[in-house]
């Protein structure tokens, strides 16, 4: 009767380790970004070997899959269901924007690096993409019902991470004025 509960505990500290090497890894993701984040620096600022670390994530692809999704499941995208039914395009845009705006600035840090390092590494491409061209596909379907193209690709410019970054935190505006201002562009297009 007793090996249920050795085998109960043992899986508890698997998986407190897992979590604490995940963690770990999206701090220095956030920090360095993932394509600087060696095995080797995760393990270590995790306080594990790197034989219990390749146990866990055999591979940079199943840590950055892991690590992902913990950041997503800790603050989920925006969904455009929210603003999308919306019947005025103008207070779509500005609810839809405002939403996404607040989303970059709680994760700044980590999306900056993501999207840097993505530019250079495959596999940080591949797993971006895998987690945020669907909701940005979403936004753009929502967001840009009813636009002609000059409109349009304003709506994917106001999109873009580094436009946000651009506005707030190198023009020092503040997110609504941001917003403001993108809406406004996009409907004095048109």
């Known amino acids: ?9 043992r899986a508890e500290s ?14 220095l993701h956030t920090e360095i970004g993932p394509a600087a984040t060696s095995f080797t620096r995760l393990a270590a600022r995790a306080g594990v070997q ?10 940079e692809r199943s840590l950055l899959l892991a690590c992902s999704a913990q950041s997503l ?3 989920p995208l925006p969904s455009a269901a929210d603003w999308r039914y919306l019947p005025d395009r103008h207070a779509r845009l500005q609810a839809g924007l405002a939403a996404i705006y607040g989303w970059y600035g709680r994760n700044a840090a980590l999306v900056g690096c993501v999207l840097r390092d993505a ?7 591949e797993i971006a993409a895998l987690r945020w061209a669907p909701a940005m596909a979403a936004y753009e379907d929502a967001l840009g019902d009813g636009l ?6 304003l709506l994917k410019l106001a999109l873009a991470f580094a436009t946000w970054r651009s506005l707030t935190l190198d023009g020092g505006l ?4 941001a917003v403001a201002a993108m809406v406004a562009a996009i409907d004095g297009a048109g």
Do not use: C, G, S
């Not at 009767?1 to 505990?9: F, Q, S």
């Not at 002609?148 to 690709?153: D, F, L, S, T």
């Not at 503040?174 to 004025?177: C, D, F, L, N, S």
């Open 1 to 9: 009767m007793a090996r249920p509960y050795t085998l109960k505990r």
């Open 14 to 27: 698997q998986a407190e380790t897992r979590q604490r090497i995940v963690d770990a890894a999206v701090a």
């Open 50 to 59: 790197r034989n219990t670390l390749y146990a866990h994530f055999p591979d």
């Open 73 to 75: 499941e800790n603050d």
């Open 119 to 125: 530019e250079t590494h495959p596999l940080v491409a």
């Open 148 to 153: 002609r193209p000059v409109p349009r690709a």
């Open 174 to 177: 503040a997110p609504e004025v």
